[in-house]
């Protein structure tokens, strides 16, 4: 039908519709007149005096439904945060753009087609979604299918934010790139334009490698696919699945929004740096942001700082329920899947994981925990120049104090 727009949407969103009563149940805290629980800082000043192997060791828990601290140790302390630093750039992004927020693909026309044959520009306008795929391409040429275009007389335009590959950041050791898999938008022109192509003939439409140029969307052009991407998914696979991708792909789209003209790596960590001083207050010059997800050990945050990043994200509604839903559920799934297993652990941690092995060990954890009174709690604990394996005993035995995993039938010990 002419003047119709065909679209494509992922429908991947669990939960957003609010229906989930546990999150609902969690999120009620009213914050006043509400007493910290003695037993729980007393349990906490037990595990950080207990004897533990060298190294940097900090944590901070605060209680989020009586709206007040409960015990910290070292909390101040900045030390690199390996993938704890995706939930700086996560709920920054989700400031910055919304929870609601859409990766735009589009196809354009200028020029009218004429029997099978499109006679002048066919426009493929790509944006910076973190994981369009050669599939998905097919997918949209697939949509064209109505208006029936068999070739193209005029130039195939790609209209592109990003025309260069994604190249390893700063301080970032050589094999952290070699194992990534970034979306196609990410591999730089030649790639997507070749994507792009095989897309076309595998679906009926003759172009030659000579129509093939980078360009603008001209004035007039007329839009014949648009496909959206979400939020969810993106920050879904970030978080759970820690990916180093989607984390970077999202410091793009920041950097992108902030200034379309400004080289976007550079603009999302300022963005960062600016989110995590004057939105949240967290001015120690010690905490230093240099990339979007944590493969820089030149990355420094307190757990001070990550907790009082939780603490923003439950007091926005709609952040929390992305943090809710996506992060890691201890002994469920993502890199919590085979951690904090046990019965007394299982499914009341939801945190984020930070792991990085070189050039030595830092491990760190941060997220929500439900503590046996019915309190939520916002933790955060960093370790570093330790091994991940006595990190991961510390992180646990924190976590054990908080759900009092400890307690005998009939009373607390």
């Keep these: ?237 970030m978080w759970k699945n820690s990916s180093n991708t989607q984390a970077t792909s999202l410091l793009y789209t920041i950097g992108h929004k902030v200034n379309p003209n400004a080289e976007p790596t550079a603009m999302g960590v300022r963005y960062e740096v600016h989110f995590l001083r004057s939105v949240l207050g967290e001015r120690d010059p010690k905490l230093v942001v240099h990339d979007g997800c944590g493969l820089c050990t030149y990355n420094h945050l307190s757990p001070e700082a990550l907790t009082t990043i939780l603490k923003f994200g439950y007091a926005h509604k709609d952040i929390f329920r992305m943090l809710w839903n996506n992060l890691p559920l201890s002994g469920v799934d993502g890199t919590l899947r085979t951690e904090m297993a046990s019965p007394e652990l299982r499914g009341k941690v939801r945190a984020k994981t930070g792991t990085l092995s070189h050039p030595y060990g830092i491990s760190s954890l941060a997220g929500y925990c439900q503590a046996d009174n019915g309190h939520l709690l916002a933790f955060a604990i960093m370790d570093s120049d330790m091994s991940v394996l006595d990190a991961r005993v510390l992180q646990r035995d924190l976590c054990r104090a908080m759900v009092n995993a400890g307690k005998k039938k009939g009373g607390r010990r």
């Design 1 to 237: 039908m002419k003047g119709m727009l065909m679209a494509a949407t992922f429908v991947a969103l669990m939960g957003c519709g609010g229906g989930n009563k546990d999150e609902k149940k969690m999120a009620t805290g009213s914050g006043t007149q509400v007493a910290v629980d003695t037993a729980l800082q007393s349990r906490l000043d037990r595990f950080a005096k207990k004897p533990r192997t060298k190294g940097h060791f900090g944590f901070y828990v605060y209680d989020l439904t009586a709206g007040k601290p409960v015990y910290g140790f070292n909390e101040k302390e900045a030390q690199p945060s390996a993938s704890c630093m995706k939930l700086l750039s996560g709920v920054a992004g989700c400031y910055l753009l919304g929870t609601n927020y859409q990766w735009k693909t589009e196809i354009y026309r200028h020029g009218k087609v004429v029997d099978d044959t499109l006679r002048g520009d066919l426009v493929f306008k790509g944006g910076l979604d973190p994981q369009l795929s050669p599939e998905d391409m097919a997918t949209m040429v697939k949509m064209m299918k109505s208006r029936n275009i068999k070739a193209v007389s005029g130039k195939v335009i790609f209209d592109l934010v990003l025309t260069d590959p994604v190249k390893s950041e700063q301080h970032w050791y050589p094999w952290d790139l070699s194992f990534s898999r970034y979306g196609i938008l990410y591999k730089g022109a030649p790639k997507v334009e070749k994507a792009f192509a095989a897309a076309l003939r595998s679906g009926g439409i003759q172009v030659r490698d000579s129509q093939l140029v980078l360009g603008r969307t001209p004035k007039g052009s007329f839009a014949m696919v648009r496909y959206r991407r979400p939020l969810h998914p993106v920050l879904r696979r």
